[in-house]
């Protein structure tokens, strides 16, 4: 079957965060959205189908994931990475950052220092500092146009960690991390006795020739060391239905993760979220694979159209995600500034890259997962501002 992803759906007054909330974030509505997190894809017919067929019955009680929820969860990350797991290390979190949230306060303590790899997914840091733990940044570096690990830093500073946060493929850089690099953050987090706390919510969304791969699997010792998040949120545009997955192989970590969840009473979830995981991953290897293409073929064009139109503005090619990070700062504005000229010149909302660390001053995140005329639109505006600017210049 042949999925459209050309099809344009109108999202405003449907309470959405990344169209409805234009305004306010932006300071005026008609802007092109290009910034949360979500698809402006439909939901796939088979996950709304599963949903429809659950809402005949006339009862939305309590409800318990069930043995089927738990194996169609093995059973994906076994088809679609390899990775063989048991049910009984499945346990839930409403989203990943409240997972993260979680984990933090069940693996360290007030004032202990968790790593994190900047620039990166702006909730990390906003976590730690919140449940009173010290950020340890080890920032990425770029080598030859690639964002890389800096692994001796990494080395020296997991002296002051307890823990580290993995975003892996990584927000908002793209980077599909390789075995080698795994095991290296791995062999160092053993070396330094250091709890791997994996947000891999992006696990589903690669490029080829790349491919994801679980740290927790390279091991039964990182197994041991590592708490896994993922969700059919991103792949499946199912982020309002709050369900996302943790994967704890460690018989006493996943105690301590389950006494945070029972403390805050975290572990309800809800019954439109099970029937939507399960429904997905039971059937959602085709629509993923046409996804990806879809999503690739955008990653494409935007570059191509950037280095042909707009050289001075660099992008990074994605290995994974449907975040583009990209370098605006041979235009030579401050943070404020190019916000507002992306906004009122180019009508573009997009994510400001400062807020994933000081690393992202003068860099923006766009999110390629929309119709492709949308971004045909976007460019042709960001093109004529662009102009504009070099006129004046």
């Not at 067929?53 to 009680?61: D, I, K, M, S």
């Not at 994996?198 to 791969?213: A, N, R, T, V």
């Not at 500034?337 to 890259?353: S, V």
């Not at 690393?359 to 504009?388: D, F, T, V, W």
């Amino acid at each position: 079957m042949t999925y459209d992803f050309d099809k344009i759906l109108s999202r405003e007054n449907t309470n959405c965060v990344k169209w409805d909330l234009c305004r306010e974030t932006f300071g005026k509505a008609d802007v092109i959205p290009l910034w949360v997190a979500d698809m402006d894809f439909a939901t796939p017919d088979f996950v709304l189908q599963a949903l429809r067929e659950r809402l005949e019955h006339p009862v939305l009680g309590y409800g318990f994931r069930s043995v089927d929820y738990l194996e169609s969860i093995c059973d994906w990350v076994k088809r679609r990475n390899g990775w063989d797991i048991s049910p009984e290390w499945i346990d839930f979190s409403p989203g990943i950052v409240s997972g993260l949230v979680l984990a933090i306060n069940a693996y360290t303590k007030e004032n202990d220092g968790i790593l994190i790899q900047p620039p990166v997914y702006h909730p990390f840091a906003e976590t730690i500092q919140s449940n009173e733990r010290v950020i340890v940044n080890n920032p990425l570096k770029v080598v030859n146009g690639k964002f890389i690990i800096d692994f001796d830093d990494l080395d020296q500073k997991l002296e002051n960690a307890k823990a580290i946060m993995i975003s892996n493929p990584h927000n908002p850089v793209g980077r599909a991390f390789t075995k080698e690099e795994l095991l290296e953050i791995g062999n160092l987090c053993i070396r330094h006795d250091v709890t791997i706390i994996s947000d891999e919510i992006h696990s589903d969304l690669i490029q080829k020739p790349h491919k994801h791969i679980h740290i927790a699997s390279l091991s039964e010792e990182l197994a041991a060391r590592t708490i896994t998040f993922m969700a059919p949120s991103k792949t499946f545009n199912l982020a309002g239905l709050s369900t996302g997955v943790v994967i704890i192989p460690n018989k006493m970590k996943r105690e301590q993760y389950q006494n945070w969840a029972n403390r805050l009473h975290t572990w309800v979830g809800n019954i439109f979220g099970f029937v939507a995981l399960e429904a997905a991953y039971r059937q959602g290897d085709e629509w993923l694979d046409q996804l990806n293409e879809y999503v690739g073929h955008n990653i494409n064009y935007v570059i191509n159209y950037i280095h042909q139109h707009i050289p001075k503005v660099k992008c990074y090619c994605p290995e994974a995600t449907y975040l583009m990070w990209m370098d605006f700062t041979a235009l030579g504005m401050e943070d404020k500034t190019l916000h507002n000229f992306l906004i009122e010149k180019a009508g573009l909302g997009l994510n400001e890259g400062f807020i994933f660390g000081k690393e992202g001053k003068g860099h923006m995140r766009i999110n390629l997962a929309c119709p492709k005329s949308i971004l045909e639109k976007a460019m042709m505006q960001l093109k004529a501002a662009y102009e504009e600017l070099l006129s004046y210049s």
